[in-house]
Nanobody, 124 residues
Framework: QVQLVESGGGLVQAGGSLRLSCAAS????????MGWFRQAPGKEREFVAA????????YYADSVKGRFTISRDNAKNTVYLQMNSLKPEDTAVYYC?????????????????WGQGTQVTVSS
């Protein structure tokens, strides 16, 4: 089992940047495909980005493609989400998640472990 803790959220103006981190403990991160999801007030949680176990493959939601970058440092047991050109509609609680499946995926059902989330607020 792995425990996940997100950090790096906060308040930023539109057009600004934030980098989220997800630190894993309890099991080596390289055993997992990792993903980021978000949930805005009154909306369903949605997929943002995912990265393969070795970091060689990534996948993004259309809404963040070209603005967000997911990466990982397995030696540090940490996954990152670099968010640039932020928009008010990016405001949400951001969650990282770990999947034991071999391939990256956007479906929440494929993820086995979840962090508590970190709030990102983008002001206009």
């Amino acid at each position: 089992q792995v425990q996940l803790v997100e950090s790096g959220g906060g308040l930023v103006q539109a057009g600004g940047s934030l980098r989220l981190s997800c630190a894993a403990s309890g099991r080596t991160l390289s055993d997992y495909v990792m993903g980021w999801f978000r949930q805005a007030p009154g909306k369903e949680r949605e997929f943002v980005a995912a990265i393969s176990r070795g970091g060689g493959s990534t996948y993004y939601a259309d809404s963040v493609k070209g603005r967000f970058t997911i990466s990982r440092d397995n030696a540090k047991n940490t996954v990152y989400l670099q968010m640039n050109s932020l928009k008010p509609e990016d405001t949400a609680v951001y969650y990282c998640a770990a999947s034991l499946w071999a391939s990256i995926a956007s479906a929440q059902s494929r993820y086995d472990y979840w962090g508590q989330g970190t709030q990102v607020t983008v002001s206009s």
